[in-house]
């Protein structure tokens, strides 16, 4: 498991390119036949994917954790990129379609991915914070999800935001998890920009093009930078910087976030005229 330390405002505006994506870039996440797993210091959160092939593929427990296995003080969040998969939570199965999402709570002992079809596997993209109390398994395809309709054609930002682990649909401790897809022709996200102090953020940008990208902003309000970012690459955000993005094309991303509240809208909102 990859560590990564948490980095502070004074830190990253002094930082070169090479530097801000060597501390909050995180690619090569979807390898065949491996599950990676990333531990950023920023509220300890755990960023991985699983893409299993052939054969299954089994969340272990590491020294990082100081645990028996990987959810005794932990619960995650997986939602399905790829083809059609298994996972398999204490022995019950549960199929995943492409988008479908799985929270599974504290005290599971045994997770387990699997492809339906290994030429076309599925991928797995997880989200893993600590936990505090035992929330039962819930699967939320993206019909079940609470969606939230927002933007317009003239600001080239018509979007609906799915909230997958969130109060309105599944219990959590403190992870809240979505997908957010762009329509055609519509190409930022989350502008007007925001930080909430009370939690940090983490975006996985997909379904763009090995032509396309994003540009991801981040930074505070009066130090912005950005990091240039491709299919299936993620992004730490922590929780004094913006989070907002423009793509080349219009492209969907996965939010996971972890902290104080799970309170959607508690937002600092900063005006386009306070940007620098």
Known sequence: MEVRYSIGPNEAKKMTTEELRENFLIQD??????????????????????????????????K??????????RE?????????????????????DARDGLYIGKETKEVIFESIDPAVPAKFYINSAPAHHVYPLHKITQKDANPRHLGSPEN?????????????????????MGLTALESGSLWNTMPSHTHERRMEVYLYFDMSQEDVVFHMMGQPQETRHIVMRN???????????????????YTFIWGMV????????MD???TTDLR
């Open 76 to 96: 995650m969040g997986v939602i399905n990129i790829g083809g059609k998969g298994i996972i398999t939570v204490d022995g019950q199965k549960v199929e995943m």
């Open 29 to 62: 996440l979807f390898v065949p036949g491996e599950i990676k797993m990333l531990y950023s210091h920023v509220d300890r959160i755990i960023v991985g994917a699983a893409v299993p092939t052939q054969g299954a593929l089994a969340i272990a427990g590491s």
């Open 64 to 73: 990082e954790l100081g645990s028996d296995y990987f959810l005794e003080r």
């Open 156 to 176: 080239a930002n018509v979007r609906t935001i799915y909230q997958y682990v969130h109060p309105a649909v599944c219990q959590s401790c403190q992870l809240v």
């Open 259 to 266: 902290g104080e509240n799970q309170t959607f809208d508690d």
């Open 232 to 250: 299936e690459e993620a992004v730490i955000s922590p929780s004094w910087s913006i989070h907002s993005g423009v793509g080349s094309k219009n």
């Open 269 to 271: 909102h900063i005006a």
